[in-house]
């Protein structure tokens, strides 16, 4: 067989797909393995979805190609949503391109931007696929730590002055995966002026802009005058409206990034499947305040339960704010470990810290996305593990 290209060789497989194949080695084997490892929610989209989708499927004239650039249809409920969202405005025809996922938009942004030995500040710790894309693209990445005592922000002003002459792009993600914190706008306004001032594309991912609790409330990176001068912000069908498997998502922002992006990607993918962009209409425009209330409120109970029972199981979580992770300190500072054994041995599977960057070896993460009942369950497992290896 012909060798895979060199691009590759440098490119280690992807965290879940090597959780998977060992949870489908063990499943096998007999065993009945408890996910707590990928965030994809176990909720129903809402009703709207899927009778918008049963509708248009139906439909003779739904099923053939449709334009690169999603539908205005779709673009304009989008730039509605920013606008009373965010109270942010966009031209829907230049300023939203529909995405198959922020996945693809953010390692096609790589591929469409980088070129060989250019510099990206990437948070560490942070979703994997920042770093994936810039290896993708051959270029380098400058870990920007992300420390508690800092609320999990980085310090922009302790970028020397040479790194951000050469940085081309600044990723950042709030609410955070995985540890859970929540950015303010005075942060944005910050990021906006550190960017703008040295040349650099601030890329916003933002899937889960609208899971938070205790009264939090998620900003846009588009929300500072001059933003759009500078940044594009990813939005997610994903996690906000449980619709991880239909691949929707949509970059929004600064026109010549969009430009640029649908450039590479006109080249690589086409438009999705027409009943995918109504349904995501339907997402956007009918669902209820409500609904979301009360799919945060079943988060926060797992997270709430979670946070109480964790220690006894030999982690220190640290209690987020948003999104659907709980970031946790393993007691003997090996998180890699601790997942490998909580795995084998409990049969409860977990993202070992280091997937997240090099500031991650200490910890695990752990998704708030299984049913109630089998995660209580995963829970004991954690518990009666801990307590047997401890004795
Ligand atoms: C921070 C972050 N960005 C992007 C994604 C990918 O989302 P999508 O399903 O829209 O590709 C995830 C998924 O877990 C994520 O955590």
Known sequence: MPEPADRLKHLPPYVFTSIAKQIQKLKAQGHD?????????????????????????????????TSYNGTPAFRRAVAGFYQSRFGVTLNPDTQVLPLIGSKEGLVNLCLAYLNPGDMVLVPDIGYPAYARG??????????????????FLPDLTSIPTDVAQRARM????YPNNPTGAVARLDFFEQAVEFCRAHDILLLSDNPYFEITFDGEQAVSALQPSLAD???????????????????LGAAVGNEEILRILLQMKSNIDTG?????YEAGIAALEETSADWGAQRNQVYQRRRDLMLATLPDAGLDPIPPKGAIYIWARVHNGDGATYAHDALEQAHVSLTPGDAFGPGGTQYVRISLCTPDEQMQLALERLKRWHSQNSR
């Open 134 to 151: 810039i290896l993708l693209a051959g270029a380098e990445i400058c870990w920007l730590p992300l420390r508690e005592n800092n609320g």
């Open 229 to 247: 001068s500078c940044a594009i912000e990813m939005m997610s069908f994903s996690k906000t409206y449980n619709m991880g498997g239909w691949r």
């Open 170 to 173: 600044l990723w950042l993600n």
């Open 272 to 276: 999705h499947f027409l009943p995918i």
């Open 33 to 65: 393995i408890i996910r707590l490892d990928i965030g994809s929610p176990d909720g129903a989209p809402p009703l709207a979805v899927i009778e918008t989708v049963q509708r248009s499927i139906a439909l003779p004239d739904n099923h053939g190609y």
